[in-house]
Each structure stands twice: as structure tokens, then as C-alpha cells.
């Protein structure tokens, strides 16, 4: 499960412009991460052309998928993932991306530059390759599975301290039982009449 | 009476505020020095007249709402009346709760120089509003609750018509969304405070003006994405009610072992007992035995002695 690339796209003068895009192509030899770069930059974009103002998509092509949200204004965030992303959080992601790059960057900065360096993206790139650690309804489920082994494991102790106590039991009125007999014994050596 | 007994409760409080002028008249006619006391008394009849007015006005209203509520349309949608009519029935509550603070505090500034049955009777008319202001906001609850799912009955019925083409376009109001706001709404405290009630259940109408956020279909799921957040959230939701159930069951397994913890604790102690009164027993006949040489040798000694006078003898 990876993410590929993440862009931010700005598509409303016609030649729509990415803005700021990150990448991690490590996972391809050296020699293909040239063009593979270039047809993740024109998917995006085109992608984001072809989507319509206040949409999320997800498209596949080959092994790719690219899921983009395109706000109302023209700007749109693209995240191309392999097919095994799961489609939620990459859809979260695209909208985060594109919250945060509309509070820092303002309008005329969007409209007017042909590049923005966006220097979050690439953490975001690494930190969204695990999807489950990034994602807060995955991580927040993911604790609660490890919480729900951790509690069965609980349960099972509970129940051999029940045996254990089951056994205990039986074993404390045994040598009740004999403690008692023991006192009538001694009691009745003494009631006696004189031993010689 | 039994004509006045079978008309509706409002009756009777103009009936009974008549009375009160009529005596406060007399009052008036006869004494002087009393008038203030008397005067203050009925000004306290007289808000708690109002209240219990107010209150039976704001009951007629609700009874209004509930059946606006109850209607089963599909397409004449009374929205905008039901919503006016709540919100004028919170109001009126949130205003005869104040007038019932009010009294409560005039009543208990009045309350020095009076005897004490009217003391006593003015404190339980203030806690007989206070609870009827409590059922009141109680079927108001009950009305909304009514109202909300009437709209999601409303809501699918509406789908089942207008078809499938709406699976894409399926608005927000799923049940377990609604499930933790039915909860909170069912925990609120009642009547006292009616202003913080959780009026959530009346947002459902607004969200049927988002239409801005249509969502396509996705290649892999069959969902569309805010739908597959709504079910990784009610995941979630059943996954920690289900925590909460292990909890309940560990807590019952612990308790019950507490009981086979306190009989092995008897045991335990009645083992202690016997023994130290065993050991007690042996003691003594250990004490008894040693004691007891004193006493043979006495006995052996007389019978030595008569054996050596039969020796003698014979």
C-alpha cells in the first residue's frame, strides 16, 4: 500500500498548473522514475481537469489509481496510490492537503505563481505510506483491536484464576474437615477416663 | 362541579385566581397592617397564576406539534411550521422557567414574615409548577424524538418512489449516526434546565439543503466516500461497545470469585480455629499425663505396699 505522488493542481486557467507535487518513486528502478514522473505529473493533471468543481474522484489506469478533490474555486489536490490504498483515507488526505494549502498560500499567491514550494507534502508523502498509523479512524480502530486481544487475554487469566480458586476451595474444606476430626480426636483422648 | 370537572385545567385556574382576588378584596376590606404581607402574598399567587397559565398554553402548542409530527406525508412537507413551532415552544419554556426561578426567589425573600403553612404551601406550589414545567418539557422531547423519525421514515419511503438513482444521492440520516445523538438527547437532565437541550435532531431538515457534495462511485467499494466514513465510524462505535461488554463480563466473573474467595477465607479461618483448640486439647492432656506420674507412683506405690503385705502374709 503506497502513495506515489501527491500534488497540488490549480485548473481553472485553462493550462492548469500543478502548483506543488511530492513524490516517492523508490519503490521503481532508476531508470524508470524519469518517465514515471512525467506520467504521474500528466495524470494528475489531467485528472483534475476532468473532474468537476466540489467532486472527489477516484480513477484507475494500469496500476495506478489517483483519487482528486477539486474545490469549488479550481484548485485541486491529486494523490496517486496503488490499487491496494485503501480509497477513504486517501480521499481524506487529498482534502487535508488541500486545507492546509489553501490556509497557507492566499488567492492571488495561487493565481499568480507558476510553482509554490509546499515543503508539508513531502511529509505527508512519507507519512501517509502507512495508512494505518496516518489515518486517525484507522489508527483509533487499530488500538482498539489491539485493546480488545489485550482484554481477552484478561479474560482467560480470570478464568484459570477461577479454576485456581475453584481448586483452593475444595482443598481449604478438606483440611477443615480434618482439622476438625484432629480436635474431636485430641478432645477425646483427653475426656477419658485416667490412663495408666 | 362535575361540568368544571370534565372542561380542561385552565378553567379551574381562572376559577381559582377569581377566588384569590375576591378574598384578597376582603383582605383589603378588613385589615390594614396585614395588607402588606397580604399584598405580597398575592403577588406570588398571582405569577404562580401566570406560570401555570403559561404552562397550559405551551402544553396546547406541543399538543399541536405532536400532531404535525405524526403526519406521514411524503411530499407536503410542513418543515418550516413544525420548526417555528419548536422553536416558540422552547422559548415559552425557557421563559416560564425563569418566571418559575423568580418566584422561587420572591418566595423566598417573602418567606420571613409569614406563618408556616403558608410557607409550606407556597413551596409546594412553586415544586408542583417546577414538575409540571418537567412533564411538559419531557413530551417535548418525545415529540421530537417523534419528529426525527418520522423524517428517516419519511426519508426511505422517499427512496423506495423516487428509486434507485438516489443510491448515489443517499443523504445523511443513517441510524448510527443519529444512534449517539438519540443517546444524548435521552440522557439530558429533564426540566430544570431546558435551554441546554440537545435540539440536534432538528439539524436532519437542514441537511437536506447539502447538495453540494455529490459523490461518485468508487472503482473498488460500492459506497461512496462519505458512506464508507459513516461505517468506519459505526465500526468503531459497535467496536468500543462491544469493549464495554468485556469490561461488564470481566467485572461479573471478578465479582463472582469474590464469593468463592470469601468461602475459602471461612475455611481457612475455621481450620485456624480447630487446630489451635486441638492443640489446646493436647496441651492439657500432655499437662494431665505429666501431672499425672505424681498419681501413679502414688497408686503404684499402694499397690506395692499391699502386694508385700500379701507376700508377708502368705
Not at chain 1, 94 to 105: R, Y
Not at chain 1, 179 to 196: E, P, R
Not at chain 2, 226 to 239: K, M, N
Request: proline share 3%; aromatic share 6%; charged share 25%.
Amino acid at each position: 500500500m503506497k502513495v506515489f505522488h501527491l500534488s497540488v493542481v490549480r485548473t481553472t486557467p485553462t493550462p492548469s498548473v500543478p502548483l506543488a507535487t511530492a513524490s516517492d518513486l523508490s519503490s521503481f528502478s532508476f531508470f524508470q522514475r524519469g518517465s514515471i514522473q512525467e506520467f504521474m505529473n500528466f495524470f494528475a493533471t489531467t485528472v483534475a481537469e476532468r473532474t468537476q468543481d466540489g467532486q472527489r474522484q477516484g480513477v484507475d489506469q494500469d496500476n495506478y489509481v489517483a483519487y482528486v478533490y477539486r474545490q469549488p474555486g479550481g484548485l485541486s489536490s491529486v494523490a496517486v496510490t496503488d490499487k491496494e490504498y485503501p480509497a477513504r483515507v486517501a480521499l481524506s488526505l487529498v482534502a487535508k492537503i488541500l486545507d492546509e494549502f489553501t490556509k497557507e498560500f492566499n488567492a492571488e499567491r495561487i493565481a499568480s505563481a507558476d510553482k509554490i514550494a509546499f515543503p508539508a507534502l513531502d511529509d505527508y508523502v512519507r507519512k501517509y505510506q502507512d495508512p494505518k498509523q496516518a489515518d486517525n479512524i484507522m489508527r483509533v480502530q487499530q488500538e482498539l483491536d489491539e485493546t480488545k486481544v489485550v482484554l481477552h487475554k484478561t479474560i482467560e487469566g480470570i478464568l484459570e484464576r477461577g479454576e485456581k480458586l475453584e481448586s483452593l476451595v475444595d482443598r481449604s474444606n478438606q483440611l477443615s474437615d480434618q482439622s476438625k476430626m484432629f480436635y474431636k480426636t485430641a478432645k477425646k483422648t483427653n475426656a477419658c477416663c485416667i490412663v495408666m | 362541579m362535575s361540568s368544571a370537572k370534565t372542561k380542561t385545567l385552565r378553567d379551574r385556574t381562572t376559577e381559582y385566581r377569581l377566588l384569590v382576588n375576591a378574598l384578597r378584596k376582603r383582605q383589603q376590606v378588613a385589615s390594614e397592617p396585614p395588607k402588606p404581607k397580604k399584598a405580597a402574598l398575592s403577588e406570588f399567587t398571582r405569577h404562580a397564576g401566570a406560570i401555570g397559565k403559561d404552562i397550559q398554553e405551551t402544553t396546547l402548542l406541543l399538543e399541536q406539534l405532536a400532531t404535525l409530527a405524526r403526519s406521514k406525508t411524503i411530499f407536503d412537507d410542513k418543515t418550516p411550521e413544525i420548526n417555528g413551532l419548536t422553536a416558540q415552544v422552547k422559548q415559552r419554556i425557557a421563559t416560564i422557567n425563569g418566571k418559575i426561578l423568580a418566584l422561587q426567589t420572591l418566595q423566598r425573600q417573602q418567606n420571613g414574615g409569614e406563618g408556616r403553612q403558608a410557607v409550606e404551601h407556597h413551596s409546594n406550589v412553586v415544586v408542583s409548577l417546577q414538575t409540571q414545567l418537567a412533564s411538559t418539557s419531557n413530551v417535548f422531547k418525545d415529540v421530537l424524538e417523534l419528529r426525527s423519525e418520522s423524517l428517516k421514515a419519511s426519508g426511505t419511503r422517499k427512496e423506495q418512489f423516487i428509486g434507485a438513482g438516489s443510491v448515489r444521492n443517499r443523504r445523511k440520516l443513517d441510524p448510527p449516526v443519529d444512534s449517539p445523538l438519540y443517546q444524548s438527547e435521552r440522557r439530558q437532565p429533564s426540566g430544570y434546565q431546558p435551554q441546554n437541550e440537545d435540539f440536534v435532531a432538528l439539524s436532519l431538515p437542514e441537511m437536506d439543503e447539502q447538495s453540494s457534495s455529490q459523490m461518485l462511485l468508487l472503482q473498488d467499494g460500492q459506497s461512496s466516500y462519505l458512506d464508507s466514513r459513516s461505517d468506519a465510524i459505526g465500526s468503531i462505535e459497535s467496536t468500543i461497545s462491544e469493549l464495554g461488554q468485556i469490561f461488564q463480563q470481566l467485572a461479573q466473573m471478578v465479582s463472582e470469585q469474590r464469593d468463592v474467595v470469601q468461602r475459602i477465607d471461612a475455611n481457612v479461618e475455621s481450620i485456624d480455629v480447630n487446630i489451635g483448640a486441638a492443640q489446646n486439647e493436647l496441651l492439657r492432656y500432655y499437662s494431665n499425663i505429666s501431672s499425672n506420674r505424681w498419681l501413679m507412683l502414688k497408686i503404684f506405690a499402694v499397690i506395692l505396699v499391699f502386694a508385700f503385705l500379701l507376700v508377708m502374709l502368705a
